[in-house]
């Protein structure tokens, strides 16, 4: 059985963000949404310089700046308990861009005890602060930029739905 707040779904109806902020919402205890001088002011910057394929315009040389996605989402206060490690390898981060762009990070990818990928919120590419477009989530270890995400409007947090696959049982 499938518990609510399963899958992603529009965020819940609410104020209009501001423009360049982003909400983490889903299954949390506390959805928020937070703007790129929060994400600069509340976390520590770390730095990735980054070289992905673009398929059309080949090799891409980019700095990027911002918190990692991992202490960002602990924020929202996702609802599992972090002191058992299966119950949080099962959550997901569906990350929604203001151009349409999606893309899926499992909570496992960029846990400490598991896979460590310093992914990012960048706050700053090339120099250039992201305040009026918004944060980028940055996966340094992608060799194509196709889980860059520009413009970052929504994260949404929680488990896949179902447990088991669908079809008869035994």
């Given at each position: 059985?499938?518990?609510?707040?399963?899958?992603?779904?529009?965020?819940?109806?609410?104020?209009?963000?501001?423009?360049?902020?982003?909400?983490?919402?889903?299954?949390?205890?506390?959805?928020?949404?937070?703007?790129?001088?929060?994400?600069?002011?509340?976390?520590?910057?770390?730095?990735?310089?980054?070289?992905?394929?673009?398929?059309?315009?080949?090799?891409?040389?980019?700095?990027f700046s911002g918190p990692l996605l991992r202490e960002v989402a602990t924020r929202a206060r996702p609802r599992f308990d972090p002191a058992r490690r299966k119950e949080r390898s099962r959550f997901l981060l569906a990350v929604s861009g203001g151009d349409g762009h999606h893309t899926l990070v499992s909570w496992a990818e960029i846990d400490a005890d598991f896979g460590d990928a310093p992914v990012l919120l960048a706050t700053v590419m090339d120099d250039q602060a992201l305040d009026g477009p918004g944060p980028q989530l940055v996966v340094p270890s992608d060799r194509c930029g196709a889980r860059y995400v520009s413009a970052v409007t929504g994260i949404w947090i929680g488990r896949p739905p179902g447990r088991t696959p669908p079809g008869p049982r035994p």
């Open positions: 059985m499938s518990r609510p707040n399963a899958a992603p779904h529009p965020a819940p109806a609410t104020t209009p963000a501001p423009a360049g902020s982003l909400t983490l919402w889903g299954d949390v205890a506390g959805p928020v949404t937070l703007t790129v001088a929060d994400l600069r002011r509340d976390w520590e910057q770390h730095r990735a310089e980054v070289v992905f394929d673009c398929a059309t315009a080949g090799p891409q040389h980019h700095t």
